[in-house]
């Protein structure tokens, strides 16, 4: 069974920072892309939006309204992926979900999935 757990969610002030982690643990052969998405508060039809993605190749990318602010980063050893948020608006108020997709064997067999996370709150408010 593969678990994702997710840390670092909290209440801040706006321009504070908070650096979010997502560790992957189980069975896993390997990782691929590996991403955040958050999903505003009182807005629970709306999908999740690509808060900021890595590729196995490091290649990162962003939403337009994050950029220059949060960064994505990966350390493929202890399998988590980290999201440093600085500056923080109100605007980034949200539940923050990592996605991971990762290869896994399964009774022998290979299959590559994607997974997410539990949910971080993270709010940004005076």
């Known amino acids: 069974q593969v678990q994702l757990v997710e840390s670092g969610g909290g209440l801040v002030q706006p321009g504070g920072s908070l650096r979010l982690s997502c560790a992957a643990s189980?069975?896993?052969?390997?990782?691929?892309?590996m991403g955040w998405y958050r999903q505003a508060p009182g807005a629970p039809g709306k999908e999740r939006e690509l808060?900021?993605?890595?590729?196995?190749?490091?290649?990162?990318n962003y939403l337009d309204s994050v950029k220059d602010r949060f960064t994505i980063s990966r350390d493929n050893a202890k399998r988590t992926v980290y999201l440093q948020m600085n500056n923080l608006k109100p605007e980034d108020t949200a539940v923050y979900y990592c996605?991971?997709?990762?290869?896994?064997?399964?009774?022998?067999?290979?299959?590559?999935?994607?997974?997410w996370g539990q949910g971080t709150q993270v709010t940004v408010s005076s």
């Open positions: 189980g069975s896993i052969f390997s990782i691929n892309s």
């Open positions: 808060v900021a993605n890595i590729t196995s190749g490091n290649i990162e």
């Open positions: 996605k991971l997709s990762l290869g896994v064997y399964t009774g022998g067999t290979y299959s590559r999935n994607d997974y």
